[in-house]
T-cell receptor, first 116, second 110 residues
Framework: DTEVTQTPKHLVMGMTNKKSLKCEQHMGHRAMYWYKQKAKKPPELMFV???????INESVPSRFSPECPNSSLLNLHLHALQPEDSALYLC???????????????FGQGTRLTVV | SQQGEEDPQALSIQEGENATMNCSYK?????LQWYRQNSGRGLVHLILIRSNEREKHSGRLRVTLDTSKKSSSLLITASRAADTASYFC??????????FGKGTMLLVSP
């Protein structure tokens, strides 16, 4: 199984809502990532988890709250978002650190988020 | 911050033609990777080239790396309509993350 599964595929939420994005992989990867991608732009890193611990937070606003309940799951909790947070949110995983171990990242299909 | 810059931003070719995309980056790297993204979907890994490699092939893909010029190229030979996608180069300037370039949108017409 070389898949990263993200749910839901689409999400529309109001600015006062609380919602969560979910990501799951069963490849035994110990590094997991959240990326944000706006239209016609490259993905931008948000968070990196390594061995279920948050290792990198790219100065992401606190209305985005990541969680790694176990080695296979990664969540992104959303609260009080703004319309400009509308984007494609991508989850990825890798066997190890991407630079040091010369390994590739596996991406999910993303969650298309619209904040109204 | 962005590490890679792709060139051209957009490329339109006919089926059967070759497509060449270039990528420049700024800092030293351990490897450079190329990914494909179909219309707002997830990214798919295409090929990884290590900093001590100069050229690598995978099927119809050929990647070169010139660390002295901090640049890489991706060549897709005998393109097909199914190759229509955005192509991103990505580097790992640190040891734990991937930083993507701006991407090249490739359109292959039948």
């Amino acid at each position: 199984d070389t898949e990263v599964t993200q749910t839901p595929k689409h999400l529309v939420m109001g600015m006062t809502n609380k919602k969560s994005l979910k990501c799951e992989q069963h490849m035994g990867h110990r590094a997991m990532y959240w990326y944000k991608q706006k239209a016609k732009k490259p993905p931008e890193l948000m968070f990196v988890y390594s061995y279920e611990k948050l290792s990198i937070n790219e100065s992401v606003p606190s209305r985005f709250s990541p969680e790694c309940p176990n080695s296979s799951l990664l969540n992104l909790h959303l609260h009080a978002l703004q319309p400009e947070d509308s984007a494609l949110y991508l989850c990825a995983s890798s066997q190890g650190y991407l630079g040091r171990m010369n390994t590739e990242a596996f991406f999910g299909q993303g969650t298309r988020l619209t904040v109204v | 911050s962005q590490q890679g810059e792709e060139d051209p931003q957009a490329l339109s070719i006919q089926e059967g033609e070759n497509a060449t995309m270039n990528c420049s980056y700024k800092t030293s790297i351990n490897n450079l990777q190329w990914y494909r993204q179909n219309s707002g979907r997830g990214l798919v890994h295409l090929i990884l080239i290590r900093s001590n490699e100069r050229e690598k092939h995978s099927g119809r893909l050929r990647v070169t790396l010139d660390t002295s010029k901090k640049s890489s190229s991706l060549l897709i030979t005998a393109s097909r309509a199914a190759d229509t996608a955005s192509y991103f180069c990505a580097t790992a300037p640190g040891y734990s993350t991937l930083t993507f370039g701006k991407g090249t949108m490739l359109l292959v017409s039948p």
